[in-house]
């Protein structure tokens, strides 16, 4: 198998990021700074609240005496600094609460990278918006580190990044087969990265098995590319691939489920990095035989409301941040557009898919190509 | 009966999209909820959002005998059946139907 070190377009130059983990984001995420043309993406690997402020815990009473803590801190900052204040909002990536708002001079922002207390390790990430100097910096005290670590410290910061230039983070697989980009927007075990990793078996490329960012407005409306390098495949999927491909696989713990992480790099050109998208297919799976399904699926017409509805709840949750209405509003609009010029279908996949998942899969794909782009969905 | 419910959807509080193959979704501007309509939802509402000169109740009376023509269904049952989705619809948006403040 051919296997280019630069396949894909790994661009990091423009992202304001400690070496370390600079270096780590590049393994694990595919980004590059198109996406964020405004904005400047400063990461921590850990962080110890006690620099900020002595108290600065996820409670109510700990906030707000942390708050009135960094507000002294800040206080004597800015009597220091002659810098440009930003404003900066303190989100909590687990309740989704604003912990605290203040301005803040940047400076300040370095004394927390001098390194965790003992028991006292959260997640850092901050995003600094030049536009407006303004900036949010987003705790988590419960995302383990792991091969995850990096995607899901950043994943939050940057869907809400991704959110105020009208591009959306949607739980979705993305391939592209004949040259046409299919986005399969799902939860977890509607079989989106099954059609995913057998996708790569037909010759059509694999784009992305989970976070897919999709831009919605713009010059580049409708453009979609993979958000994470790391493919997950569960035991079933990744067993039933050839040795070639098993071969770049390495068994993870995510969550307590075993499963198996591919480096895009090592899949090369079964892989690509962004496409337009121009069928959306909305994947389920059924725990029943289906009927009229001689390869395992059924592919059927559904309404573009129903598309809708299930691309919001697709959305990343960090959409649902507080304060982020306007972004979410300029999303969903964008997404109603997408959705209206898109022909959209169901497909429905018993375990007969998995018998010889690469030529159902290629039936399928073939399919969802032939669809003619001028059909419209009817009422499910 | 659904004066308020009419004024609610032409306020730009709520916007109305038409996604191309009959099915439309009305958003909330001001939480981005999203309601979904089926083809004859989303006939009910465009209905209800029509700025015509006739009277809401007009454009209602005018749908339900259209629906009963095409569905082959007493006008009375189309009647029903709209009144019951729009009631459905008014709850959604947290609007009071007018039907309701008649009959407090």
Known sequence: MDLPDNSIPYLTAHWNLPSNVSKRLYHHLDLDARWFPSIDITAAESFNPQLLCDEFMLTDSAVARGQDKCHELLSEDSARKTTTPYTLEVFDTRSRATLSQAALRMPTLEKIYTGPAPGQIYNLAIVKFKSNQSARLWLSSVIPAGSNYYLNMLRIPLAHAAATQGSALLHSALVEHEGIGTLLPGAAFSGKSTIAAFAMLTGAKLIGDDLILVSTDGESASTARSFRRTLLLRERTHHSLPDSLRAHAKATSVSGTTKYAYDRKKLGRLTGIESKVQRIVLPSISTSLLKNAQYGYQLRRVSKATVVQHLVHSLDSSVLMPGLQSEKTRVTAGLLNLVAGTPCMAVQMDSRFLDAPAQNCQRLLDDIASIPHTVQGVCA | ?104
Do not use: C, W
């Open chain 2, 1 to 104: 009966m659904y004066k308020s419910l009419a004024r609610a959807l032409q306020s730009d509080r709520y916007s109305h999209s038409e996604l191309g193959d009959g099915t439309s979704v009305l958003t909330s501007l001001s939480d981005s909820k999203i309601i979904s309509l089926n083809t004859i939802g989303t006939r009910i509402v465009g209905t209800l959002m029509d700025n015509s000169d006739t009277t809401v109740e007009q454009r209602i009376e005018s749908l339900s005998e259209t629906i009963s023509n095409e569905h082959n269904i007493p006008v009375s049952q189309s009647r029903v059946d709209i009144d019951t989705f729009l009631n459905g619809l008014a709850r959604q948006l947290h609007t009071v139907p007018d039907s309701t403040l008649e009959s407090s």
